[in-house]
């Protein structure tokens, strides 16, 4: 524990060696009184482990709880990666009770983030697959870095694995039927130019992301917030009301189907090959 080293100790050491146990995972900074920003920081790429979805999902609420915040930035520590999407060492070999609650924890993070009374903007600088598109999409508003390498998608079908329903709802919902059929079968990543020809992200800069994203978050805030939650409620409280209530029944189908042996080869397999890289 990090309380345990001496003062000197706590005051010398880099950031860089804490470990994600020392971390607070995301940090919240308020750069005005209307506007919050939630940053991501798990490094090496902000996957999300049940004990990071609880995390931003804590941190969301902080936020909500004051009144006076109308926006929520959504941002990276990592200067080239948003967020590898989930932990997918959270899906190899694990106890049928902890893949449930992470399965749990990562359903409440799509809800609390899709449904909040804020405006959210995504500030994606960096690769942002499968988890990490998930985030994008459940924010209101996606800026991204018009950097030709990073990527963005939907790219279960290459580790094994399916989007879960309400993802595919939710992808269909952002790009369109034919897109998002011909993206998921592939496990497409689309590059930021590609992003925005379907609208899978709504602005490319170059400048910093964060710059822009502030300015949209300074937009957003401005409109009044009773309009803007009723309509934010009226778009999207289907699919919110549909997944509340098969959540249990999406986590049966997620812990049957990641538990199969075949599914557990692949997920080992894609895991050897990433850490090979
Ligand atoms: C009726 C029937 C219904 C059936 C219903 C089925 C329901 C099933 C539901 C299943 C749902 C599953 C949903 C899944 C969504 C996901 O999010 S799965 C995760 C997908 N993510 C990825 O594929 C991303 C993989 N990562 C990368 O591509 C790259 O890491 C990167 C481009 C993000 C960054 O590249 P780079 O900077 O070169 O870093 P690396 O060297 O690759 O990685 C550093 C380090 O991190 C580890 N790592 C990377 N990603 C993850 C991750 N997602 N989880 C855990 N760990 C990750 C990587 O292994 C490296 O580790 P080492 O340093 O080698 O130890």
Redesign the pocket.
């Known amino acids: 524990m990090l309380s345990r080293l001496s003062p000197l100790a706590q005051r010398t050491i880099s950031p860089r060696l804490l470990s994600n146990a020392q971390r607070t995972l995301v940090n919240i900074s308020y750069p005005s009184p209307k506007i919050a920003v939630l940053e991501l920081d798990r490094p090496?790429?902000n996957?999300?482990s049940l004990e990071m979805s609880a995390k931003i999902v804590e941190s969301i609420k902080e936020i909500e709880s004051n009144p006076e915040v109308q926006a929520m930035v959504l941002k990276s520590s990592n200067p080239?990666?948003f967020s590898?999407?989930?932990?997918?060492?959270e899906?190899n070999r694990p106890t049928v009770a902890r893949l449930e609650d992470f399965w749990r924890n990562i359903q409440t993070l799509f809800l609390t983030l899709y449904s909040t009374r804020l405006s959210t903007i995504a500030s994606i600088d960096g690769?942002s697959?499968?988890?990490?598109c998930?985030l994008a999409m459940s924010c209101d508003y996606r800026i991204m870095s018009a950097t030709p390498s990073y990527?963005i998608g939907l790219?279960?079908t290459?580790?094994g694995?399916?989007?879960?329903?309400w993802?595919k709802d939710l992808f269909v919902t952002t790009i369109g039927y034919r897109e998002a059929e011909v993206g998921l079968a592939l496990g497409k990543l689309y590059s930021p130019k590609e992003a925005l020809e379907i609208k899978l992200v709504d602005e490319l800069v170059d400048s910093p992301v964060i710059d822009v994203a502030l300015k949209r978050a300074d937009e957003w805030a401005s409109i009044p917030e009773k309009g803007r939650v009723a309509s934010k409620v009226m778009l999207r409280g289907a699919m919110i009301q549909d997944l509340e209530e098969k959540r249990e029944m999406d986590v049966g189908?997620?812990r049957d189907?990641?538990m199969e042996e075949g599914v557990q080869k692949g997920i080992e397999g894609?895991?050897k090959n990433?850490?090979k890289?």
């Open positions: 090496p790429v996957s999300l080239k990666i590898a999407g989930l932990d997918i060492t899906m690769h697959p499968a988890g990490g998930l990527k790219n279960e290459k580790l694995i399916a989007a879960p329903y993802l189908w997620f189907f990641i894609y895991l990433l850490s890289k």
